[in-house]
């Protein structure tokens, strides 16, 4: 199977970056193939302006979603835009590594979504959600957290689920893509080494039969 996997960290000796690596090793190792996308060594640009696209619609009033539209129709995409785009398409699953930062994902990766995700390629005219572009493609959201797994459980933090209801629901799912369980391992500068060498031979194990699993209900909060 064809994995793609988006990853948004600064930091090479994170466990994020060791998630990163190790998964890419067990994909390849288990025969599938395996693209990339390391937003901060590709230096990727998060702003997103009239600088994705080659063509114009409107020179006198820019608008995001229309000028999307049109550079559909005109293979009007500026190159790197048009690269990542087709990594999307290509990918039977997609991954997102990445720590949650301010209960949310950190800009570069927010603003791939932004440049990368455009309306008449990725969605519209009715194409979302079961209808959606990607239906039948699975994505799945794997991440670190600073707090301990308690603070996401109680009222503290509030329900990691509904956290990540809007990269679940509003940004995959829309797309058509169903949705695997979020892979989180919780307060990483908490944990020993031995903890955190456990944790990654967990996840090493699940990414060995992530294909078998069944998506999840993403809830309507």
């Given at each position: 199977?064809?994995?793609?996997?988006?990853?948004?960290?600064?930091?090479?000796?994170?466990?994020?970056?060791?998630?990163?690596?190790?998964?890419?090793?067990?994909?390849i190792n288990a025969g599938h193939e395996v693209k990339v996308s390391?937003?901060?060594?590709?230096?990727?640009?998060?702003?997103?302006?009239?600088?994705?696209?080659?063509?114009?619609?409107?020179?006198?009033?820019?608008?995001?979603?229309?000028?999307?539209e049109y550079a559909s129709q005109a293979n009007g995409f500026a190159?790197?835009?048009?690269?990542?785009?087709?990594?999307?398409?290509?990918?039977?699953?997609?991954?997102?590594?990445?720590?949650?930062?301010?209960?949310?994902?950190?800009?570069?990766?927010?603003?791939?979504?932004?440049?990368?995700?455009?309306?008449?390629?990725?969605?519209?005219?009715?194409?979302?959600?079961?209808?959606?572009?990607?239906?039948?493609?699975?994505?799945?959201?794997?991440?670190?957290?600073?707090?301990?797994?308690?603070?996401?459980?109680?009222?503290?933090?509030?329900?990691?689920?509904?956290?990540?209801?809007?990269?679940?629901?509003?940004?995959?799912?829309?797309?058509?893509?169903?949705?695997?369980?979020?892979?989180?391992?919780?307060?990483?500068?908490?944990?020993?080494?031995?903890?955190?060498?456990?944790?990654?031979?967990?996840?090493?194990?699940?990414?060995?039969?992530i294909f078998e699993e069944a998506p999840i209900v993403v809830g309507?909060?």
């Amino acid at each position: 199977m064809k994995i793609l996997i988006i990853y948004a960290h600064p930091e090479p000796q994170s466990m994020n970056s060791t998630m990163f690596k190790s998964a890419i090793d067990t994909l390849i190792n288990a025969g599938h193939e395996v693209k990339v996308s390391d937003l901060y060594a590709m230096r990727f640009n998060p702003v997103s302006d009239r600088s994705n696209f080659t063509t114009v619609n409107d020179p006198a009033f820019f608008k995001q979603q229309l000028e999307e539209e049109y550079a559909s129709q005109a293979n009007g995409f500026a190159a790197f835009i048009e690269e990542e785009q087709q990594k999307v398409e290509w990918c039977d699953l997609m991954v997102w590594q990445f720590p949650l930062w301010w209960f949310s994902i950190p800009a570069i990766l927010k603003g791939w979504v932004d440049r990368v995700f455009a309306m008449g390629r990725f969605y519209g005219n009715g194409r979302i959600y079961e209808n959606g572009i990607f239906r039948g493609k699975k994505a799945l959201l794997s991440l670190t957290t600073g707090g301990p797994e308690a603070n996401y459980i109680n009222e503290k933090y509030g329900d990691l689920a509904i956290i990540l209801h809007s990269l679940q629901r509003g940004i995959l799912e829309f797309t058509g893509f169903s949705v695997l369980r979020p892979h989180v391992i919780y307060g990483t500068e908490r944990q020993s080494v031995e903890e955190l060498a456990l944790e990654l031979e967990i996840w090493r194990t699940r990414l060995m039969d992530i294909f078998e699993e069944a998506p999840i209900v993403v809830g309507n909060y």
